[in-house]
């Protein structure tokens, strides 16, 4: 994902590592300051990713409209042709 930078330990998924990470963190504040930034780093890339794959909330409520619209039309069409059968 862009933006995100992940650690070793996320992008292998290795217990091993991951074990090793969260040792180096309790070992020092400052690297754990570092790695606690870098997460938060990371969720606002994730975050902003989502926000502009969604929209604005006029541009929900726009699709849900249309989503509606069509369910509608396209149930209409089914009830039709279930009677005429």
Known sequence: MPGVNATLAEQTGDAGIAQLQRAVMDSDP???RRF???QANNNAARIGLLQRIAGTPDDLAAAVDKRDALAKLRYGQ????ADSQ
């Open 30 to 32: 400052a690297i754990a």
């Open 36 to 38: 606690a930034d870098s």
């Open 78 to 81: 089914a009830f039709q042709d």
